[in-house]
């Protein structure tokens, strides 16, 4: 397979708070905001994968900043590694201030989706070549994710995590 740049699954989602997104302190539920990543997500690994995208794990997510009423939200997901059948998606989240417009990165997250086919059988997703030096950290770091939640889930030795050894002795 042919590969695929992070800058091709690209996916941007803007949208308003609206007043029944919003808790209490009238701020953006946090469920409501990890259904819009989850939307973002979806729409970038099917964009790579060019196949249905099912989510198999929300791996990480920073709720860094409240996300107040009015807010205009812009979600923006790309996938920063693929693997056999599956791909790491990353996920930055913008919030606008709605009196002076300034533009402040709020939340971020890394879902993984597994390409399938109409049966859902799992199926091969084309490779990732990351350009820019962002997209080449997100790549590099998404194979120490992988290894430590394999290596966690008992489906990998400790030693045989490589990237995870090379990070803690040097090789």
Known sequence: MKPKNPSDSRTIMTDLVLPSETNPLNNLFGGELLARMDRAASIAARRHSRRITVTASVNHVAFNHAVP???????EAAVSRAFNTSMEVYIDVWM????????SKANEAI???????ESGK???VPPIEPVTDLEKERFAAALRRKQLSLVLAGKMKPNEATELRALFMGG
């Not at 009423?69 to 979600?75: A, P, W």
């Not at 201030?97 to 300034?102: A, E, K, L, Q, S």
Request: charged share 25%.
């Open 96 to 103: 606008e201030d709605r009196y002076n417009g300034n533009r």
């Open 69 to 75: 009423l009015g807010s205009v939200l812009t979600v």
């Open 122 to 124: 799992p199926t091969e």
């Open 111 to 117: 879902y993984t989706f597994v390409a399938v086919d």
